[in-house]
């Protein structure tokens, strides 16, 4: 078996791009509940449809709340369980000449569930790249593929082993570097350049200082409420809201 997604809207996404080979398994347990599903996984003409028991099913995705669905991708050569995946250098030469671009660095996100619901943003903020350390980081996963509704699928993935080298190598490339922190002038005071590389750190830590200390510049959320901080995925939205809300104009 390949890499199993389950999630109705992960399904769904899934089946757009899931390669001859893969299976869409059904379990006997929801009777006729998924016929669009299936439906959908017959016209691609690449997935085969079968239905197991509900003992089956459990034992495929142990521990998974699959609600009697699982798509299997087969043999698709898959990264991390993301289907676009390449180096930053690659990244770097798709680019033309004063191209923008919005970068996302994730440095030690470790909570699939974090890293679920950012990557959902990055998709629906257009992020071109989301660079993550290949230690010390929650990885894209069967659980970050369902939180993210499927986006992982969509949103170009670079795993790294060592995160401060790719930053050098887009400050040499044009991009300049902003770090979120709770420290740094408001967003909505920053004029983001069209090559920007954003900076999220660690749920508990924050960016890491070697890695601070290349950022030009430090970004903050400005809040209001009682608790000083956000969950580490809200905070990415609002930013990556913030830099296309700019561009955009």
Not at 25 to 45: F, N, P
Not at 94 to 100: F, H, N, R, T, W
Not at 190 to 203: C, D, N, V, Y
């Amino acid at each position: 078996m390949g890499e199993k997604i389950y999630g109705k809207h992960s399904i769904e996404e899934g089946l757009k791009l899931a390669p001859a080979g893969s299976t869409l398994y059904v379990s006997r347990a929801v009777g006729k509940g998924y016929a669009d599903i299936e439906r959908k996984a017959m016209l691609t003409g690449k997935v085969a449809i079968k239905r197991i028991s509900p003992v089956e099913m459990d034992t495929m995705v142990s521990g998974a709340d699959h609600r009697g669905l699982v798509l299997d991708l087969g043999g698709a050569r898959r990264s991390g369980g993301n289907l676009i995946v390449l180096t930053v250098e690659q990244f770097i030469e798709s680019l033309a000449p004063e191209q923008g671009a919005l970068v996302l660095f994730l440095d030690e996100i470790t909570d699939p569930h974090n890293l679920g619901a950012i990557l959902r943003s990055a998709d629906q903020f257009s992020v071109d790249l989301v660079v993550v350390p290949e230690r010390r980081s929650a990885q894209a996963n069967e659980t970050v593929t369902k939180v993210s509704s499927g986006a992982a699928q969509y949103v170009p993935l670079a795993v790294v082993t060592n995160m401060n080298r790719e930053v050098k190598l887009l400050k040499d490339n044009g991009f300049w570097i902003y770090g979120a922190d709770m420290g740094g002038p408001s967003s909505f005071e920053t004029k983001f350049p069209k090559r920007t590389a954003l900076i999220m750190g660690s749920e508990g830590s924050g960016i890491r200082q070697m890695t601070r200390s290349l950022c030009d510049y430090i970004v903050s959320i400005p809040m209001t409420g009682h608790i000083d901080s956000l969950n580490v995925s809200v905070a990415t939205g609002i930013l990556l809201y913030e830099f296309r809300r700019q561009i955009c104009k």
